[in-house]
């Protein structure tokens, strides 16, 4: 964390990058313009935000920008600009060899119009919780979404956010995930205490969500089914099982990228080495919007915190909860003001790890002065960066499947059933004090 002093004026380059981006939408949509979140590119609007950033506070301007790119090139940043390039790459390479469109056929084939969106959160979720990473899930699954889309006349935005939900859905409650591991560490916390305790809160808004979907889906009707080319199906299930052995992501997309090739260069009529080096390229182009805005929110970031931003997100939500733990339940309003805070940390760094590692100690703190179990604290870290980092339109995850899918951010957002739901269950468990504590212990 920082140790720049408090400042919210640093936050005025945020509030300036989202009052441009969306406001601009928003205002095209209301005068009827087409596809108007595209009129105007994040990575444009983002600029103004920047050059504010860099040019408030006392510091030097050499200064300033070395701590911009930093953020830049900041490890995590970087690890999903890597992730964006194969996710790409492997998408575009699919859908060339016929990949996606066979394993669209196979899927309906086997299973009901009406079960298609409910479906896509399950075996979205059942990746991320087995491979760790909600990018992962969100690059090999986004495609499959897409390809049903133009056989099913359901919403684009719905069936995209099926699988963006079960990603963030299986990440949360992953042993593996970064932000499990970050959250636990931070509050000193045992992995599986941890996830009994989300199981409890995540399990009734999975369940709601899940009922949602089957209520939409009833709504869908399925184009006849084409002949299945099963051998196209093949680097999916590769995907699928890699993903279920818990193997690296990077590994993992790599692998079905490799095999997607080949069986394209032994299947499909003139296709060549070439081809697919033409593909690969393609697929990395694809994800230039997002691999370039990534960087940016990243160096944004690192100035917001350098300049004081996040430390004074701190410091009110310290002072708000001194101010009500004498007037009420002090366990509650601690764990409001850690839920409170990490949210905050999250909309500022558009990255749920990073938001939990930024809060992780102050959270600590206020866990210890309000006497609440670290095994909530940690868990409430989780989930409501996961909450966030689902619904900000800015944030990687929603990015990386608006690329994939030619779909404005705004439109999957909407349709986040489970991230609200979620944000909503524990909310009602932090005012009643559910779980208990002697549940948790069994």
């Given at each position: 964390?920082?140790?720049?002093?408090?400042?919210?004026?640093?936050?005025?380059?945020?509030?300036?990058?989202?009052?441009?981006?969306?406001?601009?939408?928003?205002?095209?949509?209301?005068?009827?313009?087409?596809?108007?979140?595209?009129?105007?590119?994040?990575?444009?609007?983002?600029?103004?935000?920047?050059?504010?950033?860099?040019?408030?506070?006392?510091?030097?301007?050499?200064?300033?920008?070395?701590?911009?790119?930093?953020?830049?090139?900041?490890?995590?940043?970087?690890?999903?600009?890597?992730?964006?390039?194969?996710?790409?790459?492997?998408?575009?390479?699919?859908?060339?060899?016929?990949g996606v469109q066979?394993?669209?056929?196979?899927?309906?084939?086997?299973?009901?119009?009406?079960?298609?969106?409910?479906?896509?959160?399950?075996?979205?979720?059942?990746?991320?919780?087995?491979?760790?990473?909600?990018?992962?899930?969100?690059?090999?699954?986004?495609?499959?979404?897409?390809?049903?889309?133009?056989?099913?006349?359901?919403?684009?935005?719905?069936?995209?956010?099926?699988?963006?939900?079960?990603?963030?859905?299986?990440?949360?409650?992953?042993?593996?995930?970064?932000?499990?591991?970050?959250a636990t560490r931070?509050?000193?916390?045992?992995?599986?205490?941890?996830?009994?305790?989300?199981?409890?809160?995540?399990?009734?808004?999975?369940?709601?969500?899940?009922?949602?979907?089957?209520?939409?889906?009833?709504?869908?009707?399925?184009?006849?089914?084409?002949?299945?080319?099963?051998?196209?199906?093949?680097?999916?299930?590769l995907i699928l099982?890699?993903?279920?052995?818990?193997?690296?992501?990077?590994?993992?997309?790599?692998?079905?990228?490799?095999?997607?090739?080949?069986?394209?260069?032994?299947?499909?009529?003139?296709?060549?080495?070439?081809?697919?080096?033409?593909?690969?390229?393609?697929?990395?182009?694809?994800?230039?919007?997002?691999?370039?805005?990534?960087?940016?929110?990243?160096?944004?970031?690192?100035?917001?915190?350098?300049?004081?931003?996040?430390?004074?997100?701190?410091?009110?939500?310290?002072?708000?909860?001194?101010?009500?733990?004498?007037?009420?339940?002090?366990?509650?309003?601690?764990?409001?003001?850690?839920?409170?805070?990490?949210?905050?940390?999250?909309?500022?760094?558009?990255?749920?790890?990073?938001?939990?590692?930024?809060?992780?100690?102050?959270?600590?703190?206020?866990?210890?002065?309000?006497?609440?179990?670290?095994?909530?604290?940690?868990?409430?870290?989780?989930?409501?960066?996961?909450?966030?980092?689902?619904?900000?339109?800015?944030?990687?995850?929603?990015?990386?499947?608006?690329?994939?899918?030619?779909?404005?951010?705004?439109?999957?957002?909407?349709?986040?059933?489970?991230?609200?739901?979620?944000?909503?269950?524990?909310?009602?468990?932090?005012?009643?004090?559910?779980?208990?504590?002697?549940?948790?212990?069994?």
């Amino acid at each position: 964390m920082s140790d720049a002093k408090a400042n919210g004026f640093a936050l005025l380059p945020l509030v300036l990058f989202l009052s441009i981006f969306i406001g601009t939408g928003a205002y095209l949509n209301h005068h009827g313009a087409e596809m108007a979140f595209y009129q105007l590119s994040a990575t444009v609007a983002i600029l103004p935000a920047i050059i504010l950033s860099i040019f408030m506070g006392r510091d030097r301007l050499t200064l300033k920008i070395e701590r911009f790119l930093h953020g830049a090139g900041d490890v995590n940043i970087l690890t999903m600009c890597m992730i964006y390039l194969l996710a790409g790459a492997f998408a575009t390479v699919a859908e060339s060899i016929g990949g996606v469109q066979a394993t669209v056929n196979a899927g309906l084939s086997l299973i009901p119009a009406s079960m298609v969106l409910p479906g896509l959160f399950i075996i979205s979720a059942f990746i991320a919780t087995a491979m760790g990473t909600s990018m992962g899930t969100v690059a090999a699954m986004t495609p499959i979404a897409v390809g049903v889309g133009d056989r099913i006349d359901l919403s684009l935005g719905l069936l995209v956010a099926a699988v963006v939900s079960g990603a963030m859905f299986g990440d949360n409650l992953s042993m593996i995930s970064d932000t499990t591991i970050a959250a636990t560490r931070t509050q000193g916390v045992e992995l599986k205490d941890k996830f009994k305790f989300n199981l409890l809160i995540a399990a009734p808004a999975a369940l709601v969500t899940l009922i949602i979907l089957l209520i939409f889906g009833t709504t869908g009707q399925v184009a006849p089914t084409e002949s299945i080319e099963w051998i196209k199906v093949i680097p999916y299930l590769l995907i699928l099982g890699l993903a279920i052995a818990g193997v690296n992501v990077f590994v993992v997309l790599t692998a079905g990228l490799t095999l997607a090739g080949v069986i394209g260069l032994f299947s499909v009529p003139d296709y060549s080495l070439l081809i697919f080096s033409q593909d690969i390229y393609q697929g990395f182009v694809s994800m230039n919007e997002i691999f370039i805005l990534s960087i940016l929110i990243g160096g944004l970031g690192e100035l917001i915190k350098s300049q004081g931003g996040i430390r004074y997100l701190i410091e009110v939500v310290e002072r708000i909860t001194e101010r009500y733990r004498a007037k009420a339940h002090h366990t509650k309003i601690g764990e409001l003001g850690i839920s409170g805070l990490v949210s905050l940390a999250d909309i500022c760094t558009a990255n749920n790890t990073v938001a939990i590692l930024i809060t992780g100690g102050i959270a600590k703190e206020i866990a210890m002065k309000n006497e609440v179990d670290p095994r909530r604290s940690a868990s409430l870290l989780d989930i409501f960066s996961c909450v966030f980092q689902g619904i900000i339109p800015y944030g990687a995850q929603i990015l990386l499947a608006g690329s994939i899918a030619k779909l404005s951010p705004i439109a999957i957002v909407g349709n986040m059933f489970y991230c609200f739901l979620l944000a909503g269950v524990a909310i009602i468990a932090i005012l009643t004090g559910f779980p208990k504590q002697s549940r948790l212990l069994n």
